[in-house]
């Protein structure tokens, strides 16, 4: 989903296939509501229509409503200078440059005004613009093309009926050779013209699994978001939907494993109540960006559809949770399980997590809070911290391991002697919860 949701900066690498150097410099757009929501002063405001004055007024609703779900607004306007809906403009910054998105309202100089409906067809379902050139994959035509005609059609149609902007479009600053569009076409016989078409219907299941697969598959483009990425910004198949890092916070597991705990209508509410499941606190970063621009707007029976065929999903975990050995010592097993899934965010800061060489934080949380408290926030959730952080699939006994492992790495040798006795002098903890491991008791 969008920057949305899905707000994804890729800084990848330049490689030489076949003697030709293909930069596939897969990028998704950005503003401020996805970093910082304290520091956000404008988010960007829906066109008003004049459904009266349209030719096709059914047509121009259902395209905005089909808008709305792929969360266009997030990366075609620049909510940092109050930019007007959809007149591109919007900063990509990468190390190899900056991207500009362009201006995609019906201005016929600057817009897509000058457009037929099948040059827009052929930009969402191939990912050649107008003149003929190359999209980057930052533009998602690779989960747009799975649409109907019918429904790209409609956002045609709403795109030609919103106020036309007089805006110019801005080059982007790539350096040589990643500006060269033509190299597009190596990575996308790689990634992208074997696995193209629009979605069909599987039989097998309801039509409410199918209209959720639709929408999660195609304008929703969850996947761009919550789906690793291989070293030349495509996804990894085999681990479909099961997390990945996304602009300093993660974007969680959202298949059957890491949704195990929710209902459908708990998963379908996050949309619209902006709390996290299991009630770990308010959705912030990057899906509350979505959430504002695109998911709050769909139906209730979209969003139970979407929920219906989320928690169905079955998927390969990556390593984090498959090299784990549970029959190790405990600290030791902490260990791998941060080094395979809590390092993600705890080695950096992202996301507010505290990182493991920070002391005084960690000393903070222990002196603030029972060790119970802090293994129930890590196994439910809490913040911007979803249940069990990167590894669903582990035990709690094995994310207990990890706190304890960063408990005693993180804290300085007088703190954690001075936690270790606070333990001993408080009340016998709950039933079920470890106790710290000591390095003495390790040796044992």
Known sequence: MAAHYYS??????????????????????????????????????YPKIDYSVVAEPEAVRRGE?????????????????????????????TSFGNFFTPNITPDKQTGIGSWSEADFLRAMREGIRADGSNSFPAFPYVYFNRMHDSDLKDIWAYLQAIPAVKKENQG?????????????????ALFFYWDQGEFEVDPAHSDAWNRGAYLVQGPGHCSMCHTPLNVLGSAKKQHYLTGAPVEGYWAPDITSSGLATATRFQVADVFFKGTLINKAGNVRGPMAEVNHDSLQYLTREDSLAIAEYLKSVKSTQPKVSQSIRASQPHLKLGKQVYTNACSACHSSGAAGAPRITDSSAWNNRVQARPLDKLYQHAIGGYNNMPAKGACPSCSDNEIKAAVDYMLKTALTASQYKNFQHSLSASKPQSAGVNKPVSVKDEAK
């Open 8 to 45: 994804r900066f890729r800084y990848l690498l330049v490689i030489s296939i076949v003697g030709v150097a293909v930069a596939p410099l897969s990028i998704h757009a950005s503003h401020p509501a996805s970093g910082q929501p304290e520091f956000v002063s404008v988010e960007p405001t």
């Open 172 to 188: 982007n600053t790539l350096s040589f050779p990643l500006d060269i569009r033509f190299l597009q076409y190596g990575w996308k």
């Open 65 to 93: 409503y089909m808008a709305q779900i792929g969360d266009c607004i997030a990366c075609h306007t620049d909510s940092s200078v109050d930019s007007q809906a959809f007149a591109g403009g919007l900063s990509i910054k």
